[in-house]
């Protein structure tokens, strides 16, 4: 099934935020579909009675590895989209959402990116010039890219594999750095932020008084724990801050120096592409299709 673009988001006590990113997702021309997976059954089953689009109950309680579910669910059943967008479940589209599509694949000529992402609510890229590498048109190649949204051209997955993750954990930081470079090293394609608005969609962050936000809150810690042990396990990295983006060269010559190895991932216990199949058969038993 041809797609323009395969959202794949992990939810995790997030029904509002995720309902609401469902139905905004009409608001962009080209064929658009969702996948949602998270790890509570009962959110599950609330967000699949109310969206057309597929909801799976994962095993796993991991973010990245419910993104990768997701997208994994996808192969399975035969959809090609030109982009994949990995991205988290509290993103609005809006009226300056409509031309997402047409700005990947303009970008897409000028650049030939391997990951991209727009300015939105939450990130203006304009505003990070340590960061800005060149300048395109209405691009700027990136040395970072945060994780909320990272749009992918299929074929950068399917030679590149998906952003990868410490499996024992929740969630890992820093995590969106590794695919980026990865991308780099392997495929020789840059991380571009397509700029022409203040804000193409809306990144919307959960007000203090919410619950979720203090154990979100509660788990960076965590989080940032499980970004060291990450770039341990992956890559042997015992002497560099993997969230201070100072150290992000030194990083990428890390990958670049792991090769081909970079592609064995941790949260497929060490497949990659193209072992998609087998990928495929691991990951997804268990999983629930609602």
Known sequence: MSLDILFTASTYRSVEHARTMANSIGRIRGRCELVLCGPIRSEIEDLSSMSEFASLVSPINNSYACRAIAALYAMREGMEPAYLCSCDDDLEFTAESAD????????????????????????????????????????????????????????????????????????????????????????????????????????????????????????????IEAAATFWREKYGVHDIGVGDANNYPALLETVRAAGDRANQHLIFEGLGPPDWDEIIAKMMAGVVVL
């Open 100 to 223: 997402l599509l047409g700005e990947l694949d303009r970008a897409q000529l000028e650049t030939g990116f391997g990951v991209a992402t727009f300015n939105s609510s939450s990130h203006n890229y304009e505003d990070m010039p340590g960061q800005i590498q060149e300048r395109v048109g209405d691009t700027l190649e990136m040395g970072w890219l945060d994780g909320n949204s990272l749009f992918i051209p299929w074929d950068v997955v399917l030679d590149a594999g998906l952003p990868d993750s410490l499996p024992t954990a929740p969630l890992t930081y820093f995590t969106e750095v590794e695919y980026q470079h990865r991308v780099r090293v392997l495929l020789k394609r840059p991380s571009v932020a397509i700029i022409g608005k203040q804000a193409y969609y809306r990144h919307g962050f959960r007000p203090a008084s919410d619950p979720v936000t203090n154990e979100r809150a509660d788990r960076a810690g965590h989080a």
